[in-house]
Each structure stands twice: as C-alpha cells, then as structure tokens.
C-alpha cells in the first residue's frame, strides 16, 4: 500500500513538473523549446517578458487546480458523497456573486472582494447543508439541490453583470472562466489565502481520515465532528473565494483531481490529499495550456473546457455509485 | 475492569422520549441488550459511546463522562456505507487514528482478514464487513467495546467464530456490551438487559432475563421452548 502510494505521487509530481515546463513554453504567441525556455529566463528581451507573464498565468493554474482539488476532497469526505464538488454544489456560484456584486458596487479595497466571496461562499455551504439535514438528503437528492441553487446564483450573477453598465465585458470573460487577467496583487492574495485553507485542512487530516467511517463511528473515537466539519467548511468556502477571484466560477476539478487520486490509492484521506493536490494542480495547468493552444490563437474559457471534461465524469460516476438509490 | 454506569438517563428525540429513565451498571464481561425493534437498544448503545446526548440522567464510562471517554471507547455501527473507493485497508486505519503502535498489517494477520487484503469495503457481504469492523475496534485495545448487531449478517460458522473472538476479548479484561435483535445470541453473554419501549424490563443473568413468559409478553409473540442437550432455546410460534 505504502509502495503503490509512493509510486502514484511520484508519477503525479514528474507529470506536474513537466506540465509546469509546459506551461511556460507553450502559448499562442509563441512555442519554446526546453532549451529555449532556458536561455530566454536568463537574456534580458522580449522572450523573457513572455516567460515572466507565462510564469504568473502558471501560478493562477496552479494554485487554481491545487485549491478546487483540495476543497473537493473535502467537501466529499465531510458530506460523505464522493459526487460532490464546491461547483456542483453551488459554493463557487454564491462565492462569484459575492465577488461579482462587490466589483459592481465599486468596493475597495481588494480585501473587502475576498470578504465578500468568501460570504457568498459560505452563504451557499450553509443553505445546502440546512437543505440537505432537513430533507434528509445525502445521495443524488443533494447534488440536485446543488445544482439547483448553482443555477439559482448564477441567474442573480448574470442579471448583476447586465447591469454592471462598463464592466459588462469584464463580467461576462470572468463568468466564462479564465486565469489570463488576474493581476499579481490577486494570484499574490489567493496563493496566500488557498495555502493557508489547505494548511488548514492538512491539520485536521487525523480526523478526516475518521470521518471516513460516518458521523457516528467519529464521535465515538473521540472527533469533535461539530468543530471539524465547521473549521473545515470555512476553510473550503475561504479556498473557493479566494480562487473565484483569480478565475471566475470554474467548476469539476474538485470532482476529477480526488476520483483520479482514489482509483490509485483507494480512500485514505492521508494519502489522498497529497495526491489529490498534485493531480489538481496538473489538471489546472493542462487545461490552461488547453485553452491557451485549442481555440486556434483565441482562449476558449476555462469554465466551458472544465465542464466539458467533468460532465460526462459526473454522469459515469452517479451511474457507478448508485447515486439514484442513495436519494 | 471499565464500569459503565448509567443512571437515571432521558434521551429525546424529535420531540419523542426513545430513552426512559434508564439505568444501568455493567463492569467487565459481556452484556447484550435485547429487545423489539424500537425499543430503543441502540440509542442506549449511542449514549453509552457519547454520540447521543441525555436529555436528563447521566452516563459515565470507565469514571468519566461519556463524551470525555472516547479513548477508553471502540464503537461498532449495526450498518455502514463508506466511500465506494474505500478498501478494507482504508475502514481499518480509519479506526486506528491516534493509535500508536499498531498498523493495519498486523490487524490483518492477527484477526485473520489477510483474504481480504486490497478488496473493495462496499463488496463484502454484510458478514464480512462486521468482521472487519470489529477488527477494527479491537484493534484500537478499548477497555469498553460497544457493538451494535454484532451478530445480524453472519452465518453461522461466523457467528461461532465471533463468539469465540468475544469471549477471548472478554478474558482479556474488556468490557463489551451489544445489541441483539435474536434472544439466543444472549446467551453467550453474561448479562442480558431487556428492552421494550425505551425502558430495561429486566436485568439479569440469561437464565433469568431470557425467560418464555417475559419474552412473550415483551415481543408480543408465542414462543416455542426448545431443550436440546441440557440447554434450552425460545423460538417464535409461526
């Protein structure tokens, strides 16, 4: 077991590096070579202002895939449903039209966005929960009632954007998904932020790796369940706000960097997070590079392309889990 | 031994009283609390492992309070759905947390599960997962071992074999209370407590608890008394 750990995360860290090289040769203005990359990092020129403003878009994808994988894995061990995703369950959408509505009212300064992100957020985690505990609903019934608030949050963002009067173009690119505009005072902030949520969830791994066996089993060996799932939860909604600010609302990393990570080494939540970080942080940085090169010289947004990929997983992995008999 | 004492205790839930002044006071051996379904065996089980809170009255385990006692505590739920990923690896380390010195190999070996190395927890049979649970409790070497329906699932080579591991745990010192839906898994306890509607009827020896006209009354049921080879067994009128 130990073995097959080690050899997973060790496949994970050589793909994350290579798709890092990656990201910083390959882009539509122009493809460099290993040995290029090399050289153009240490001339001064044009090539260099490339790679530094490449290395910037590469930290945002990074920490993008990093963070939604991570909150992911958490989210799915607090709620016991391994479908479920900060997306999917409509975290992301509430901490977008926290962000969304701080940027139309003009606040300032950055912190008052991430402030109100991370309210929207939470807000949203709240209400799916309280939804969730009072239906009684854990399977299938959950993830419809995330995707119904998901649709709920972004009909209040799209309205908020068509009247944000100048910054409609802003808004709509930011909906679609995208970590090319984000200024280094926010990828500097949410590295920051995503970090210290993770830091966060890392602390508490003892008792996540409990919770695998249910609410019930955890408290009897002794884990605050109350305590850990509220730490947790505001560490996931601090994730997700801080990331929202960085790319917009993209969703379904959070679904595939843990599935991806649970066929290699099963469900222990030690040797998931490790794992699930690299595999999200690859994810990240393949689909920008994605849809960096795939539009044919225009970016396709990042939200579409996520989607795209995670969809037809979400479908496969309801079918798998029986998520219909577990409503 | 672990003394687990209950006294006067009230649990309420949703409105309802599932728990009436219920007492109790085990120390060492094995206790199976039979009864009806609903009458209310494992709300006692959850209260005595700290997961449901008294409304009134008090549990206190090995001294301590209930919720306080968790590391003297191994609890064993009747049913459990985990991750579909999990492997059995993955339950048992599960209880292991906070537990040092022992790894999930060794667990493997000594309860002799090592045929279901690497498999899926979720595709084991009923049986099965009970034996890994309980595994999994043992492991973590409480002085009190709660288990809920120990025996529902298990053929019957394992229920002789789970027998055995019980009273191998009981001669090791711990205290081990459990449900039990069938009264003739009560007799390899040496205490029984009789439920019905939230409240212990009778507390005693087998011999004295497990008895046709009480049963009959408490189930609401004819019982037939069987008496094979100087012992005796209750089973229903169908």
């Not at chain 2, 006209?213 to 019982?223: A, F, H, I, S, W």
Request: hydrophobic share 50%; aromatic share 6%; net charge positive.
């Amino acid at each position: 077991m130990k073995l097959r750990f080690l050899s997973a995360l060790t496949t994970a860290l050589l793909i994350l590096i290579l798709l890092l090289v990656a990201s910083l040769g390959v882009g539509p203005y122009k493809v460099y070579s290993p040995h290029a990359l090399v050289r153009a990092v240490f001339e001064e020129g044009p090539d260099r202002a490339v790679i530094e403003y490449r290395l910037w878009r590469s930290i945002a994808a990074f920490i993008l895939g990093l963070g939604l994988a991570v909150s992911g894995l958490a989210l799915q061990r607090l709620i016991n449903n391994p479908l479920a995703d900060p997306y999917i369950l409509g975290i992301s959408s509430g901490a977008s039209l926290g962000f969304l509505a701080a940027v139309a009212l003009g606040l300032k300064p950055l912190w008052v966005w991430y402030l109100a992100a991370f309210s929207g957020g939470l807000l949203a985690y709240t209400v799916i929960v309280a939804v969730a505990t009072a239906l009684g609903l854990t399977g299938l019934g959950l993830i419809v009632s995330g995707v119904s608030l998901t649709y709920a949050f972004t009909g209040v963002s799209m309205i908020l954007i068509y009247v944000m009067g100048p910054q409609i173009q802003f808004g709509f690119s930011w909906l679609f998904g995208s970590v090319a505009y984000s200024t280094r005072d926010v990828i500097v902030a949410s590295t920051f932020l995503t970090l210290t949520g993770l830091a966060i969830i890392a602390y508490y791994r003892g008792s996540l790796t409990t919770l695998l066996l249910g609410e019930d089993v955890a408290r009897a060996l002794g884990v605050k369940v109350h305590m850990v799932k509220l730490i947790v939860s505001a560490s996931i909604a601090l994730i997700v706000a801080s990331l929202v600010a960085v790319s917009g609302p993209v969703g379904f990393i959070g679904l595939i960097a843990p599935w991806i990570a649970r066929l290699a080494v099963g469900a222990g939540f030690t040797r998931l997070l490790p794992l699930t970080a690299a595999a999200g942080a690859s994810l990240g940085l393949a689909s920008d590079i994605l849809v960096r090169i795939a539009g044919g010289g225009r970016e396709l947004p990042l939200t579409a392309l996520t989607a795209i990929i995670g969809a037809p997983l979400l479908f496969y992995l309801t079918l798998k889990t029986k998520g219909v008999e577990r409503l | 031994m672990c003394r687990v004492l209950v006294e006067n205790q009230t649990v309420t839930l949703d409105g309802k009283d599932v728990l009436r002044d219920v007492n109790l006071d085990v120390e060492g051996g094995i206790t199976a609390i039979i009864g009806p379904n609903g009458a209310g065996k494992t709300t006692l089980l959850k209260s005595i492992a700290g997961i449901v809170a008294p409304s009134k009255g008090r549990v206190l385990v090995c001294g301590l309070e209930a919720r306080e006692a968790s590391r003297m505590i191994a609890y064993v739920p009747a049913y459990l759905m985990v991750d579909p990923h999990a492997k059995v690896e993955d339950v048992i380390e599960a209880y292991l947390h906070g537990v040092r010195g022992v790894d999930v190999e060794s667990v493997l070996k000594s309860s002799g599960l090592e045929r279901f190395r690497g498999r899926k927890f979720n595709t084991l049979s009923g049986g099965e997962h009970k034996l890994v649970l309980i595994a999994g409790a043992i492991a973590r070497n409480p002085k009190l071992l709660l288990l809920d329906e120990p025996f529902s699932h298990l053929d019957l080579a394992n229920q002789v074999k789970l027998a055995k591991i019980l009273r191998g745990e009981r001669g090791e010192g711990r205290t081990i209370i459990m449900t039990a839906h069938e009264p003739l898994h009560a007799s390899i306890a040496d205490r029984v407590a009789l439920m019905n509607s939230g409240s212990i009827m009778a507390y005693g020896k087998p011999e004295d608890v497990v008895r046709r006209e009480l049963l009959e009354k408490v189930y609401g049921v004819e019982l037939l008394e069987i008496t094979v080879e100087g012992g005796r067994a209750l089973i229903p009128r169908f």
